[in-house]
């Protein structure tokens, strides 16, 4: 196995991850497989608990870890499927070395950064090798200078000595700031960063320099005699219109071909034809329709990663580019959801946790639902288009879901106490400590799907495997109530105990899922819900025009 790290430095928000997932198309796009993994610098033992306005959505994984958004980013860009053991943080290293030492595996001996903590993280990258793929790109999160992210620098450092210079390239990701009064790119930043670097023993192999404009031969001569890089190392990252376009940027600069060589492995000649076609989907529809996404993390994008590009791909599939109108459900709240959704053809109420903006959700899916705008509830989402039902169709006043309030007459969400688990195979009680998040059902559940619904349409096959990230479930005590108000349940767990799907007949397009569809799509291979809400929300906007 060969291995690329990439680490960044200046400031973060650079895209690693972007680019880490670019080069994993590159080398697809060449024959190579690939696999990846993100080294996470902060405390935490993983991004779980973490509020998503400082760090983004959780990504979860088939075997149900909560991970790092840029998992997401690599699954998007590649055939490739993340879990557990793809992203490791400081405080998940940390955490195995100290119950090592409590256990007594290091026999009395004081216990240090170095060897301790660089051989654990070191044995991290090592796990790769189990996926049995030629290349293995590993990303260290956080900015060079950072005091966080030393002992995987310090690792990655060993680990080229360990394994052979041949075997691995480091990739720095850097700026070039272009100063519009001065007219200059400036390649001071980068030169400060590589000197960094190199002051913790690693020489960069290749330098991706993020940039508004294509670097010119001048300008990376001289970034490459200040670095000591060679000048066909020297990329540019140069800020593109849509993030698919960045592998055919990369490949454009010779990067692959950089690579190759550097690792001296043979691959075929790249085949990005489909990227190219993808990109000008993307950049060339046909179409256009407007979503309204009404959620509380509406102020940071990145709260909604997976969901954004899956309504992306949705577009992709329709031919259509797909406009988001980000609504803040606390706004709604206040206003109503009449005007705040008006002139938008489509309504999509996503995942959260927390008691804010809870009414406006309910307030937009209403509105949704009594003009027939087409509505797609997830997870969250879901639970309150049962909790909207209930009280505006089923007359059920008062009912909720026990998460927001506890004493509600009617619960017609609620805390489970014991449940199947299809992960470790056995019944899970809620009072129990178990390794999926505790009290949350986590990774790929399987779901069965009735013939005559909106979900087989889509899937067009009887049985799936979602992801889910949740607490609360639908109370099958209210199945009979609701079913005779009206509302379909269209999708259940195998032995029948859990609702996964609900839909309303007499409405052109209304689905909530229980699961998280957003982080199963791709834009090779856009999810079947996304593309059939997608299709919904053109065919409304056409039968307003008329």
């Not at 709604?332 to 946790?353: A, S």
């Not at 609702?499 to 791709?522: A, M, N, T």
């Amino acid at each position: 196995m060969k291995f690329i790290f990439i680490t960044g430095g200046v400031l973060s928000s650079l895209g690693k991850g972007l680019a880490a997932a670019s080069i994993g198309a590159l080398m697809e796009s060449r024959g190579l497989s690939v696999t990846f993994q993100k080294l996470d610098p902060y405390i935490n033992v993983d991004p779980g608990t973490m509020n998503p306005f400082q760090h983004g959505e959780v990504f979860v994984t088939d075997d149900g870890a909560e991970t790092d958004l840029d998992l997401g980013h690599y699954e998007r860009y590649t055939q490739t499927t993340m879990g557990k053991k793809n992203n490791f943080t400081s405080g998940s290293i940390y955490y195995s070395v100290i119950t090592k030492e409590r256990r007594g595996d290091y026999l009395g001996g004081t216990v240090q950064v170095i060897p301790h903590i660089t051989d654990e993280i070191k044995s991290c990258i090592n796990k790769l090798r189990e996926d049995g793929a030629d290349l293995a790109i590993i990303e260290i999160g956080g900015t060079v200078g950072d005091i966080e992210s030393l002992p995987f620098l310090e690792a990655i450092r060993q680990f080229r000595v360990d394994v052979g210079k041949e075997n691995v390239v480091y990739i720095h990701l850097t700026l070039v700031p272009y100063i519009k009064v001065a007219g200059e790119l400036k390649t001071k930043p980068t030169q400060h960063s590589v000197k960094e670097l190199r002051s913790i023993g690693i020489q960069p192999d290749i330098l991706l320099c993020r940039t508004e404009r294509y670097l010119t031969p001048e300008v990376k001569a001289k970034i490459a005699h200040f670095c000591d890089v060679e000048q066909d190392a020297v990329i540019t990252a140069k800020d593109v219109e849509t993030i698919y376009e960045v592998p055919l940027v990369f490949h454009k600069e010779g990067l692959d071909e950089k690579i190759v060589k550097l690792l001296n492995i043979w691959t075929r000649r790249p085949h990005l034809r489909a990227w190219e076609m993808l990109v000008d989907r993307i950049k060339n529809p046909s179409k256009e329709v407007t979503i309204a996404v009404v959620g509380k993390y509406v102020n940071l994008r990145e709260s909604y990663k997976s969901l954004n590009e899956a309504l992306v791909h949705g577009g992709c599939a329709n031919d259509a580019r797909v406009l988001i109108r980000y609504i803040d459900s606390e706004e709604v709240e206040k206003e109503g959801g009449e005007e705040l959704v008006k002139d938008v053809d489509g309504v999509l109420v996503p995942g959260g946790f927390g008691s804010r903006g809870i009414e406006g959700k309910i307030k937009a899916i209403k509105n949704a639902r009594e003009n027939k705008i087409p509505f797609f509830g997830i997870c969250l989402g879901m639970q309150l288009a049962v909790v909207e039902f209930s009280r505006n169709v089923a007359k059920l006043e008062g009912a909720h879901s026990e998460e927001f309030n506890p004493h509600t007459p009617y619960p017609v969400i609620y805390l489970m106490r014991e449940w199947f688990d299809y992960q470790s195979q056995k019944i899970v009680y809620r009072d129990e400590k178990c390794d999926y998040g505790g009290t949350m059902r986590l990774g790929a559940y399987p779901c069965i799907l009735e013939n005559d619904s909106l979900a087989y349409s889509a899937y067009r096959t009887k049985e799936i495997f979602e992801r889910h990230r949740h607490r609360y479930e639908f109370n099958k005590e209210y199945f009979e109530t609701l079913g005779e108000a009206g509302l379909q349940f269209t999708g259940l767990s195998p032995d029948k105990s859990l609702v996964e799907i609900v839909e309303l007949k007499d409405h052109p397009w209304y689905l909530g899922c229980q699961f998280h569809p957003e982080f199963k799509s791709r834009p090779m291979a856009p999810h079947p819900l996304f593309a059939s809400f997608i299709k919904a929300a053109l065919d409304y906007r056409e039968r307003n025009k008329a």
